[in-house]
């Protein structure tokens, strides 16, 4: 049974630190790997997505890597701002017949100025 | 294009009570899926629909179930309503169905059972 693990579960920062947050999972029959932003009381919102033969996806500020054979994934923000205060959260599509997502937790993040 | 919209978006009901949630999938999508996300924890799989058709459920008893229509919109009941169905209730829809696609969600229907 696929289990996702996200450490830490909760993070306070200053304005401007790199920070790095991990996803752990126990079955790498992964198809691929995304994460979430979620704010308060609201929805989701895909970050970025990693499909299981890359190793890394890069956006703006943010770069997830993937490593499946240890069930490993980081994501990487740079220069942390206030706005980027939310919950984060990895999710993997696999094992599995269909399109369903396991989810971890979460790691909710504070940024203070 | 328009993305993934649920209603209501906040729902207030007693236990034991019977409550249906609606999702419209977003344009050209097939497939959509049902999860439950309890206060502090992760999105839980409920089931999904494929082309109408129940296509996996999750660890939900029956009394979870749903509908999808031709248009693709879904549709998620639940009967007896217990006071830990409180949660926020999360669809998602992809574009063709198939293993590892994308899921796009919507802002979610946040039900509180008393």
């Known amino acids: 049974k696929q289990e996702v693990t996200q450490i830490p579960a909760a993070l306070s920062v200053p304005e401007g630190e790199n920070l790095v947050l991990n996803c752990s999972f126990t079955?790498?029959?992964?198809?691929?790997l995304q994460w979430f932003r979620q704010d308060p009381g609201k929805g989701l919102t895909s970050l970025l997505l990693i499909q299981s033969s890359q190793r890394e996806q890069t956006s703006g500020r943010l770069n997830a890597s993937l490593d499946k054979s240890s069930g490993r994934s980081t994501l990487y923000i740079a220069a942390s701002q206030p706005g980027d205060s939310a919950t984060y959260l990895c999710a993997v599509n696999g094992p599995g017949g269909y399109n369903k997502l396991i989810f971890g937790a979460g790691t909710r993040l504070a940024v203070h100025p | 294009e328009t993305g993934v919209t649920q209603s209501p978006t906040h729902l207030i009901k007693t236990r034991g009570q019977q409550v249906t949630l609606r999702c419209s999938s977003q344009s050209g999508h097939n497939t959509v899926s049902w999860y439950q996300q309890a206060l502090g924890q992760g999105p839980q799989f409920i089931f999904q629909y494929y082309r109408e058709e129940e296509n996996g459920r999750g660890n939900f008893p029956p009394r979870f179930s749903g509908l999808q229509f031709p248009n693709y919109s879904s549709e998620l009941n639940v009967n007896a309503l217990e006071l830990d169905d409180s949660a926020l209730y999360l669809c998602a829809s992809s574009p063709l169905g198939g293993n590892g696609e994308t899921q796009y969600f919507g802002p979610g229907t946040r039900l509180l059972v008393l």
């Open positions: 079955d790498s029959a992964i198809y691929n």
